[in-house]
């Protein structure tokens, strides 16, 4: 039991963390180029661009803050389960960083919605005119990339059961 609260504990610090830069950078970008012009870091590639969205990916669904709102809390309590019963083995580490990065991602997502109506995205890859995103944006895309690159390749049948699985032989064995 005292390794899964290190984890979990390690679970709170790191999505702090991530948090705490996802939203630093959204400052940094409302700060310096809400009121400006795009910064370009590379002509015709790449800008830093800022953008306030009210919907979801692409712009879509806007002005639907409270199903945002109500389906990432919702998400939110699923990972944090999850996460809490997750085995300790080592072998599920790689799952466990997965729910680190759509946590913090989620509630970067969230507290601008919360706080501003809004989300502030300001990433803009001009080449391929890619919708423009943020930093909370890249970790739900890691940890959505990583989380199927592992459900195809990594984790086997049976490695599902022991996460979705509300054995209590299981959780006998967790406690040992």
């Not at 389906?71 to 799952?95: D, H, N, Q």
């Not at 989380?147 to 209590?168: A, H, N, P, T, V």
């Given at each position: 039991m005292r390794k899964k609260r290190n984890s979990f504990a390690i679970f709170i610090c790191s999505t702090i963390v991530l948090l705490f830069l996802d939203q630093f950078t959204k400052y940094l970008a409302s700060a310096h180029l809400k009121d400006g012009?795009?910064?370009?870091?590379?002509p015709g590639i790449f800008q830093l661009h800022y953008l306030e969205n009210r919907g979801a990916a692409f712009g879509m669904m806007q002005g639907m803050k409270l199903w945002f709102v109500i389906g990432t809390i919702l998400l939110l309590g699923i990972i944090i389960v999850l996460y809490w019963r997750s085995p300790m083995e080592s072998k599920f580490k790689w799952a466990r960083?997965?729910?680190?990065?759509?946590?913090?991602?989620?509630?970067?997502?969230?507290?601008?919605?919360?706080?501003?109506?809004?989300?502030?995205?300001?990433?803009?890859?001009?080449?391929?005119?890619?919708?423009?995103?943020?930093?909370?944006?890249?970790?739900v895309t890691c940890g959505m990339c990583l989380l199927i690159l592992l459900g195809f390749f990594y984790y086997k049948e049976e490695d599902f059961e022991k996460l979705f699985s509300s054995d209590k032989k299981h959780n006998e064995e967790e406690k040992i």
């Amino acid at each position: 039991m005292r390794k899964k609260r290190n984890s979990f504990a390690i679970f709170i610090c790191s999505t702090i963390v991530l948090l705490f830069l996802d939203q630093f950078t959204k400052y940094l970008a409302s700060a310096h180029l809400k009121d400006g012009g795009p910064l370009i870091l590379i002509p015709g590639i790449f800008q830093l661009h800022y953008l306030e969205n009210r919907g979801a990916a692409f712009g879509m669904m806007q002005g639907m803050k409270l199903w945002f709102v109500i389906g990432t809390i919702l998400l939110l309590g699923i990972i944090i389960v999850l996460y809490w019963r997750s085995p300790m083995e080592s072998k599920f580490k790689w799952a466990r960083l997965t729910m680190i990065f759509l946590t913090a991602g989620a509630l970067g997502n969230l507290v601008d919605r919360l706080r501003l109506n809004y989300v502030v995205d300001f990433f803009y890859f001009e080449l391929i005119n890619f919708p423009i995103f943020n930093v909370a944006d890249i970790y739900v895309t890691c940890g959505m990339c990583l989380l199927i690159l592992l459900g195809f390749f990594y984790y086997k049948e049976e490695d599902f059961e022991k996460l979705f699985s509300s054995d209590k032989k299981h959780n006998e064995e967790e406690k040992i």
